[in-house]
């Protein structure tokens, strides 16, 4: 018996009980849907993150204090202006640094207000170190640094809640009650990594003389974040240590004792962040796969059905000539066939689950491009066959091991 045929009868047999068909494949579509969601919203978070991260830079290096709150704010900070000019001197491995210091204000222009605003003061280095992008105007400059000018840079959605369409550059705002000229607004970062689109920023200068005096402590001004650029990716590791002994020593710690402050690659942390996802992407995945192996128990079931169903059939079969062989491959192929079509539908299935995951997304304002990786089709639709074989397997030997005889007396 040719293959063709085998698959024409099998299909044929599929046919006559549609909806039992439609609920076998149910536990497969199901189960696909479910894989190519998780794989494909996994993906895609993954890239996220990595554009995240890519934004800040493969060089970037933060030092902050050893217990850090929230924004860099809410611990006692361990570091100082000293730290940073010291690192800038002696690490040989270091292109730039730029220190920053952060507290909570009300900003106020016109009518409009927002309430505790994480104010940053910054070094012009910062718009290198940091890799920030200026949409209009500039960024804080060495003028503006030296003379403590009253300049702000704001963040896109602060300078969008305050001024709306009105071009902010020259306006005066009100920071903690003193006043201030807005120079520049950046690129929006998303709503991601520090929350960089909802800041305003001044000369860290202009920051201890107005916003934070009592900053000043008995080493120096204080400082939330150190951020040091390496002088490349190669180089990382030995900035960072670098980094280590110059603080060690000016903050007179002694071997054995701990860090009173953390060294913290952009690198490193993207590498544990995708590891973890992945490992979640797993996860998931894993629990999404019992979906098919459920499915793969109805095939099974549905199958055994179908050998007591067509005994007679399969005894008449027999008597004109068709072998175990074929016997065996007309139910592989049914069940192969009722794994196949449920993956397809799985699949599609799927699209439309991440489809519409990324319109809420958008709207939410996380958005991600909807796409299904081929790998995701292929693993889908092997799985799923492999499943409808494995599954078919034992009813399909059982049918051919019937005796001819004995199935046709079978009422």
């Known amino acids: 018996m040719k293959l063709w045929d085998c698959f024409s009868t099998a299909l044929q047999a599929l046919l006559r009980n549609k909806l039992r068909s439609i609920l076998t494949m149910l536990g497969i579509m199901i189960g696909v849907a479910a894989v190519i969601a998780v794989l494909s919203l996994g993906r895609a978070q993954t890239a996220v993150v990595e554009q995240a991260f890519a934004t800040l830079g493969s060089n970037l290096i933060y030092v902050t204090p050893r217990q850090l709150g929230m924004a860099g704010l809410g611990a006692q900070t361990t570091l100082t202006l000293e730290d940073a000019q010291a690192i800038a001197r002696h690490a040989t491995f270091v292109e730039r640094v730029a220190p920053s210091a952060q507290t909570y204000a009300q900003v106020v222009a016109g009518g409009e207000s927002l309430s505790n605003m994480i104010i940053a003061g910054v070094t012009p280095e910062a718009e290198v170190v940091d890799n920030y992008v200026v949409a209009w105007g500039t960024f804080i400059t060495d003028s503006d640094y030296r003379g403590k000018s009253r300049a702000a840079v704001l963040g896109s959605e ?8 009105m071009d902010p550059i020259g306006q005066s705002i009100r920071i903690g009650g003193r006043q201030f000229q807005v120079i520049g607004v950046l690129e929006s970062r998303g709503m991601g990594f520090g929350l960089e689109d909802m800041r305003v920023y001044i000369p860290l200068s202009t920051f201890y003389t107005t916003l934070a005096a009592s900053q000043v402590g008995s080493r120096g001004d204080s400082v939330n974040t150190i951020s040091v650029q390496a002088k490349s990716s190669d180089v990382l590791e030995s900035a960072r240590q670098e980094i280590i002994d110059i603080l060690r020593d000016l903050h007179n710690i002694r071997e054995g004792e701990s860090n009173d402050f953390r060294v913290i690659s952009v690198a490193s942390v993207a590498e544990q962040l995708t590891q973890v996802l992945g490992i979640i992407q797993l996860v998931l995945a894993g629990i999404a796969g019992i979906s098919l192996l459920v499915g793969g128990i109805g095939i099974m079931n549905i199958m055994l059905v179908s050998v007591t169903e067509r005994i007679r059939e399969i005894g008449l079969r027999k008597a004109v000539g068709a072998k175990r062989r074929d016997i065996l491959v007309q139910f592989l192929i049914e069940a192969a066939t009722l794994g196949l079509c449920g993956g397809a539908v799985g699949v599609g299935l799927g699209w439309i689950i991440v489809k519409i995951m990324s319109v809420v997304a958008t709207k ?16 889908a639709a092997g799985v799923s066959i492999f499943i409808g074989l494995i599954s078919g397997l034992y009813p399909a030997v059982r049918a051919a091991r019937l005796d001819p005889i004995e199935s046709l007396r079978h009422e």
Do not use: Q
């Open 158 to 165: 602060v300078a969008k809640t305050l001024f709306g369409e």
């Open 364 to 379: 939410a304002g996380f958005p991600f491009t909807a796409t299904v990786p081929i790998y995701a089709i292929a693993l």
